[in-house]
Every structure is written in C-alpha cells, then in structure tokens.
C-alpha cells in the first residue's frame, strides 16, 4: 500500500547484514498468523533466559521448526550458555543446542570470567559443531557496570576472533549499559564507544520505545536493534522507513557539531570533505603541527564524531572518517 511513500530499505531482504531486528521469546502468547505477518521484519529471536530447559525436548522444537518456517532464525540467551560454561558441559550442551534447531548461541560475562584463550575454544567448538555464536559484552548489574575502556577493549577483543555483529547489554534498558536510571541514552558513552567501534558492527539492545526511536534517530535505518518487543516490530520498520512513531516525539535534539579549538573543527571540516584520509594528509592539507592535528583527533574520537580504522593500502597508517560514513 502507497510503497512508493516509504523509503527503501538497503537490507530489504534476509538474511540481512544491516539493519537487523531482534526479538525476545518470554513465551508470551502470540497469534501465529499475525506472526507470519510480520516476520519479514524480524531476524532474530532469542528464547528467553533458561526457559528451554524447562520445556519438553518435542514443544521446544516445534517452536523453533514455526520460526525457521518463516525464516527467522533463533539463538539461545546467555544465561543458558553461562551455566553451561560454568558447569563444563558446554560442549554437550552445544551438541543438544545443535540437535534441536537452535541457529545462534549467545556468550556473556556476565557471571563468569573468560581469558582470550577460552574465548578461541569457545569459537573453535562452535564451528566444530557448525553454530554461530554472538557475544554480549556488559553487566546486568548497574552496580557492575564496564567502564568505557573495558567495553572497548572487550569489543575489539571479539572482533578479532568472530565475525558475528556484537551485542550490546540493556537489560531491562534502565541504569545499565549505555542507558541511564531514566532509561535516556548517555551520549557521552555511545560517542565514545562508537567513535573506536564501528556502530555496524553492533546490535544495540533497546527495551523502550524511546530508545529504539533515538537510535534509528542517530544512526539511520541500518541500525541493529535487540530487545525488541513483538508488539513493538512494525513501529521500529516504520521508523527505519522514515516515518515517524509516538516515541519520536519525546526525542531531544542532540547538538552533533564539533565542539572544541578552531582547530578542532577545521580538523572535522577536512574529514566531512575528504574521507577516508591519514594523518600525514591532515597535516599536508591543514598546515597545522603534528601535535595540533593529533589532540584535534582525538577529541573529535571523544566526541563521536570519527572513527580511526587500519588503512587498506598501509596497515601501519590510520585513517579517519565520519561515524555516520561508516554505515555507507
């Protein structure tokens, strides 16, 4: 009805490599063909907590033969795989994930501890057993809370042994994560985490409406979204495709200009114009000292602004370009 009203989505197809929906199954009731429905919106959907342990083997597996019929793929919650780590039956517990159609296995820390090294098995064990695992990095806890170099160090940690997008923790979407007690968003934080961790690479988890609205908001229809809401699916596709929700009415605008020296911003200017492009060529194009051109950089990192990648053509040389850029 009225498409050509609508923008188009990049990733209008699955299996989506951007803009992905995920959902939680608390096995709420939920009307089959209204699920059907809608399912070319979802991705994902992660059966809640330890709940599979608690249904029988035959329920929990035509549960997940509905959702594969609709091309959704399902994942276990961390705190089944947690127990099972803890308990050092992981890999048996990988064998009966397999066996009854779980498509992702989902890895936290919230509970345990894990070195590098047992993160590489971990990996080594899931494609032994041809699974796909998504790690969570954070803390339910608001008393436990990452600071940012953790969550930083953490993420960059997984992306070098996975490929999979990472998810971020919410929990409930209150007091925990990038979100404060009131449930806002502390620009601050995600500036700072996505100024060193590309947002593509990320699944941000948004329990609220007004979270999933800021975050489309901020980073476009491509935005990886989880802790959704089933109810909440068609709100956040209309969101993606331009439209506007009750909860994009509460949204605050947020000042996204670079705040600092003249040269702090002249700095951002070439960047916005000329990207990607290298240190050596801010200070060729500038004219400003080394020492300038580098404080400048890194406060634009602070502010969210840019991100510093490895260049393609030199892996010695860092490059810098918009955050948003990255999406492209």
């Known amino acids: 009805m009225l498409e050509a009203l609508s923008e188009d989505r990049i990733d209008h197809k699955k299996p989506r490599h951007d803009g992905m929906t995920y959902i939680i199954d608390k096995f709420q009731g939920f009307d089959k063909e209204n699920f059907e429905t809608i399912a070319d919106y979802i991705d994902i959907v992660k059966i809640y907590g330890a709940f599979p342990l608690l249904l029988k083997e035959d329920s929990l597996m035509k549960r ?16 089944l795989t947690e127990f099972a780590i803890r308990e050092k039956v992981f890999e048996k517990f990988l064998e009966s994930a397999k066996r009854i159609g779980f498509d992702l296995i989902e890895i936290s820390e919230n509970s345990i501890s894990l070195s590098l090294e047992e993160k590489k098995k971990i ?17 339910k806890d608001p008393r436990r809370q990452l600071s940012v170099d953790e969550t ?6 997984i992306l070098q042994i996975s490929h999979e997008k990472i998810i971020l923790e919410a929990n409930l979407g209150y007091n925990v994560g990038i979100y404060d007690e009131k449930g ?28 999933q609205a800021v975050l489309v908001a901020e980073f476009g229809q491509r935005v990886n979204l989880g802790e959704i ?13 331009g439209f506007l929700s009750k909860a ?22 070439i960047i916005r114009s000329k990207h990607p492009i290298d240190q050596s060529e801010l ?46």
């Open 64 to 79: 997940i033969d509905f959702y594969h019929s609709s091309n959704v793929l399902v994942s276990t919650g961390s705190t």
């Open 123 to 139: 990996i080594k064990l899931l494609d032994l057993y041809d699974m796909r695992g998504q790690w969570k990095i954070g803390k």
């Open 152 to 157: 930083v160090k953490k993420m960059n940690e």
């Open 184 to 211: 806002d968003i502390k620009w601050n934080l995600l500036s700072a985490i996505t100024s060193k961790i590309s947002p593509n690479s990320i699944i941000f988890e948004a329990p609220l409406e007004i979270q």
């Open 229 to 241: 809401r089933l109810n909440n699916v068609l709100s956040v596709e209309s969101q993606r495709r």
């Open 248 to 269: 994009s009415f509460s949204i605050t605008p947020v000042k996204k200009g670079p705040e600092g020296s003249p040269a702090t911003k002249f700095i951002h200017y």
């Open 283 to 328: 200070i060729y194009v500038t004219n400003l000292p080394r020492r300038t051109v580098q404080a400048s950089i890194e406060e634009l990192k602070e502010q969210g602004l840019i991100i510093e990648k490895n260049s393609l053509d030199d892996t010695r040389k860092k490059v810098y370009n918009l955050v948003k850029n990255e999406w492209i």
